[in-house]
Antibody, heavy 122, light 108 residues
Framework: QVQLVESGGGVVQPGRSLRLSCSAS????????MHWVRQAPGMGLEWVAL????????YYADSVKGRFTISRDNSQNILSLHMNNIRPEDTAVYYCVKDQRPLMFGGVLPDWGQGSLVTVSS | SSELTQDPAVSVALGQTVRITCQGD??????ANWYQQKPGQAPILVSY???SRPSGIPDRFSGSNSGNTASLTITGVQAEDEADYYCNSRDSSGNHLVFGGGTKLTVL
C-alpha cells in the first residue's frame, strides 16, 4: 500500500526558507516521478514541481521557479521541497504526490499524501 | 503553460446524471484526468486517460475527451458524490501539469 507522509510545514516569516519532506513507502520509490501540488486555503489545486524518477530532471511552475527546489533521495525514499524567499502567497497545504507510471512522467496522480500546511506570516 | 477552465459550481438532483466539463488547448493533445476532493481530505483520482478508472472507483464515474473539452459524467449521482472536482493534464510543453479551477458539485 502506497504511503506518502509529509512533514516540515509550519509558520514561517516572509523571505525566509523552509524545507518540506515526504517519506514514501509501499512502492518502489526510485521508479516513479514525484510531484508537489499545493492548495491555498479555500482555493483550488496548483501543481508546483515535478522530479523524474532518477532525480535528473525537474520542472517547476512559473510561480515558484527560481525560489523552490525539488529533490529526492532514492536511497532513503524521501522527496523534498526546498522553499526559499517564501512569500505570503505560498501559504497552502502542500501535497506529496506519486505519478502513475514507472520510469515516465504521465501526469496521472493516483497517490497523494495528507498534506503539510505552510503558513507564511510575519 | 496553458489553462484549464471549469464551471465553478454545478448542482444535480439525487439519482440523476451530471456532466462536469474542463476546457483547454492542452486537452487536445493530452487526456484529462479527474480528481474528487471532499473537505479536509486529499484529492482522489476518479478517472484518467481515455475512459479509465482506478480500482475501487464506482463505474458511475466516467471520463471522456473530445476536441478541447474533457468531461466527467456521473450517472446516478449519490449523496456521497457531493465534492469538489478537479481536472488536470499536462500542459502544451508536456513538462508541466495544469489543473482546472475546480467545480463544486452539489447534490440536491
Amino acid at each position: 500500500q502506497v504511503q506518502l507522509v509529509e512533514s516540515g510545514g509550519g509558520v514561517v516569516q516572509p523571505g525566509r526558507s523552509l524545507r518540506l519532506s515526504c517519506s514514501a513507502s509501499g512502492f518502489s520509490f526510485s521508479s516513479y516521478a514525484m510531484h508537489w501540488v499545493r492548495q491555498a486555503p479555500g482555493m483550488g489545486l496548483e501543481w508546483v514541481a515535478l522530479i523524474s524518477y532518477d532525480g535528473i530532471n525537474s520542472y517547476y511552475a512559473d510561480s515558484v521557479k527560481g525560489r523552490f527546489t525539488i529533490s529526492r533521495d532514492n536511497s532513503q525514499n524521501i522527496l523534498s521541497l526546498h522553499m526559499n524567499n517564501i512569500r505570503p502567497e505560498d501559504t497552502a497545504v502542500y501535497y506529496c504526490v506519486k505519478d502513475q507510471r514507472p520510469l515516465m512522467f504521465g501526469g496521472v496522480l493516483p497517490d497523494w499524501g495528507q498534506g503539510s500546511l505552510v503558513t507564511v506570516s510575519s | 503553460s496553458s489553462e484549464l477552465t471549469q464551471d465553478p459550481a454545478v448542482s444535480v438532483a439525487l439519482g440523476q446524471t451530471v456532466r462536469i466539463t474542463c476546457q483547454g488547448d492542452s486537452v487536445r493533445k493530452y487526456y484529462a484526468n479527474w480528481y474528487q476532493q471532499k473537505p479536509g481530505q486529499a484529492p482522489i483520482l476518479v478517472s484518467y486517460g481515455q475512459k479509465s478508472r482506478p480500482s475501487g472507483i464506482p463505474d458511475r464515474f466516467s471520463g471522456s475527451n473530445s476536441g478541447n473539452t474533457a468531461s466527467l459524467t456521473i450517472t446516478g449521482v449519490q449523496a456521497e458524490d457531493e465534492a469538489d472536482y478537479y481536472c488536470n493534464s499536462r500542459d502544451s510543453s508536456g513538462n508541466h501539469l495544469v489543473f482546472g479551477g475546480g467545480t463544486k458539485l452539489t447534490v440536491l
